[in-house]
């Protein structure tokens, strides 16, 4: 699957949301079938994230029920030159939610 820059910009930012809630779903258990249905679910529940405008509350809810691992091991380098950590990080706190320092997600590092 191909990834635009403002997909990858929005894996990111679920994923730092996802962490920062303090409660982390484990993904031990799912398939790479089940993590792209989480991720599709996601991406469609958020796209006003995409376009820049602000999360939804349904939005906001999803980022935290997705599993991190299903999102995480999709940030490669590449697609990790493309994110705007600022902008990740203003969504995040928009949803109500603190970014934890340093936290690593695929290639992407936070400050």
């Known amino acids: 699957m191909k990834f635009s820059s403002t997909v990858c910009i929005f894996f990111f930012i679920m994923a730092l949301t996802i962490w920062s809630s303090g ?6 258990a799912l398939t790479p079938a089940e993590c792209k249905a989480e991720r599709t679910i996601l991406v469609n529940a958020c796209k006003s994230v995409v376009t820049r405008r602000p999360p939804s509350p349904f939005c906001c809810q999803r980022l935290r029920l997705t599993h991190i691992q ?3 091991s999709v940030i490669t380098p590449k697609l990790a030159a493309l994110v705007d950590v600022k902008y ?6 928009s949803c109500g939610r603190q970014v934890p ?10 400050p």
């Open 101 to 110: 320092r340093h936290f690593k997600c695929g290639s992407i590092t936070t």
């Open 70 to 72: 299903c999102v995480c």
């Open 23 to 28: 409660e982390i779903p484990i993904a031990e």
């Open 88 to 93: 990740a990080i203003k969504v995040i706190q």
